[in-house]
């Protein structure tokens, strides 16, 4: 039997990022993933929000992306863009990449931390006791870890194993979707009608300023509002010749797909995102529409939020306590994303009731105020995890500051490279002592004399000081004086040295 400290059921964005971050922090983590490589048939998901590249910022592998994909305002909300480049962060857009790619790179990174792959492999089954957790492989196999983490998508088999509830609302509209080749060439764009929302594109691409421009031939993504919701069976390839013939009065002459789907407004989460041992992030605690490109952005930042937390416990820095404030800052996260793609969708619906509201919503949408809040929220840069009361950064992303250092500048996001916590003390050198947690905490002395500003919120008064946890949030801002620190260090990151 196979050891691992934590095994990963599922191998794509979410499972990827989170063996990441457990790898980073000395845990002993291994993924099992069905497919035989990291191979992704088709392109699937396209972007990564703001937060989510600030979240590979702060572990010093954005520019992997950035150097791949094409910048571009990518939030918005049905179909209304909402434009960030007015806010205050390094990362002011969004990034046009497939999911195919966005996996190759993160498989990239997994493998230089030497994270072991298990491939075609698949988690039916585990036992938990009080020491671990026993999982069941297809092929009769097993392996033992302290824990197990279900990051295997809508249909989870560890979700469903563990009898987690998936509470929510079936689906009343499907689309099919595909990339296909055509003979003639389509009509590129997206066209309403009495069905809904259909569009056509190709995988190939350019953003020329801030427009999408597709070049002549190759690949075509298809989208096609289905009559009915809920039919059963896999999509083929007649389904979609007949539904571009509904739509557009000829099927172009379709064919060679190379895959075709079928996704739903279905949403749904997990009621609890643990079972002691046995945890649940990305889609196997969440599915909604993909309106809006929420669904791996949020799975990314479910593996970032869990992923240093489960070390500490792991390595015994923390009680298991600490992981009860996974499922307590990322379900409210989760459900606000369920509800927005919910509103999208009824938005988006063709009938004239539901076009004159979502007129409405883009009138009031092209008010700054509103703008501003809206996109913060859709661009990940808003949310806020509910720390109590105290300075508006307290349970908000830290800003990526550019420090004055006695050893040099640095970026506040370049401490983060290795996830670990930060003291960053921006008043008298030496001021604030966290000796017992020193072999935790890094404690950083630094100037900065800039403003301090937030998405969606603007100025704010500069701290004295701020504890950063290693996903990026403040856990504490001090007034000059080290009231509270101490309660701080200890709730996140465990009880002094003794």
């Not at 480049?85 to 002011?92: A, E, G, K, Q």
Request: hydrophobic share 40%; proline share 5%; glycine share 12%.
């Amino acid at each position: 039997m196979t050891h691992h400290a934590v095994v990963i059921a599922g191998g794509g964005p979410t499972g990827l990022m989170l063996a990441g971050e457990l790898a980073l922090a000395g845990v002993d983590v291994a993924i099992v993933e069905r497919r035989a490589s990291q191979e992704l048939a088709g392109s699937r998901a396209g972007g990564l929000h703001a937060r989510t590249l600030e979240v590979l910022d702060q572990r010093g592998i954005a520019e992997r992306f950035l150097a791949e994909g094409q910048k571009a305002q990518v939030a918005g909300f049905a179909q209304i863009r909402l434009d960030i480049s007015d806010f205050p962060t390094r990362h002011n857009y969004g990034l046009g990449l497939w999911q195919n790619h966005i996996e190759r790179i993160l498989a990239g990174w997994v493998h230089e931390l030497k994270v072991p792959v298990h491939r075609g492999c698949e988690v039916v089954g585990f036992t938990q006791d009080d020491t671990g957790v026993d999982v069941e492989l297809a092929d009769g196999r097993s392996m033992r870890a302290e824990y197990l983490v279900g990051c295997d998508g809508g249909r989870s088999v560890v979700r469903k194993a563990a009898g987690i509830d998936f509470p929510g609302w079936e689906a009343t509209t499907s689309a099919l979707i595909a990339q296909v080749q055509m003979a003639q060439e389509p009509e590129l764009g997206i066209r309403h009608d009495a069905l809904g929302v259909h569009a056509l594109g190709k995988v190939e691409y350019e953003i020329r300023d801030g427009e999408v421009v597709y070049g002549a031939g190759g690949t075509v993504s298809v989208m096609l509002t289905e009559r009915q919701p809920g039919a059963s069976g896999e999509p083929t390839l007649r389904d979609i010749r007949e539904a571009l013939i509904g739509v557009y009065g000829t099927d172009y002459g379709v064919h060679s797909p190379t895959w075709i789907s079928r996704f739903t407004d279905m949403a749904r989460q997990a009621a609890t995102y643990r079972d002691r041992r046995v945890l649940l992030a990305g889609d196997a605690a969440h599915v909604h529409s993909p309106v809006g490109g929420q669904g791996l952005n949020t799975g990314v930042q479910d593996a970032v939020n869990l992923g240093w937390k489960l070390a500490q416990v792991v390595k015994r820095t923390s009680p298991e306590s600490l992981l009860d404030t996974y499922h307590a800052e990322r379900h409210p996260v989760a459900a606000r994303v369920l509800r927005n793609t919910m509103a999208q969708v009824a938005l988006l619906r063709p009938d004239d009731r539901s076009k004159a509201a979502r007129e409405a919503m883009a009138e009031l949408l092209a008010m700054d105020e509103p703008r501003r809040r809206l996109a913060a929220e859709m661009s990940g840069l808003g949310i806020r995890y509910d720390l109590g009361d105290g300075h508006p950064l307290l349970g908000r992303r830290m800003p990526d500051l550019d420090l004055a250092t006695a050893d040099g500048p640095v970026r506040v996001f370049a401490l983060l490279h290795r996830a670990r916590p930060v003291l960053l003390n921006l008043g008298e050198p030496g001021g604030l002592d966290i000796t017992p947690w020193a072999d935790h905490v890094q404690s950083i002395d630094a100037r900065y004399d800039g403003p301090w500003e937030l998405p969606a919120i603007g100025a704010v008064t500069a701290p004295a000081a701020v504890l950063i946890r290693p996903d990026g949030y403040v856990a504490w801002t001090g007034d000059r004086t080290q009231a509270g620190l101490a309660e701080a260090l200890t709730t996140w990151f465990g009880l002094p040295a003794a």
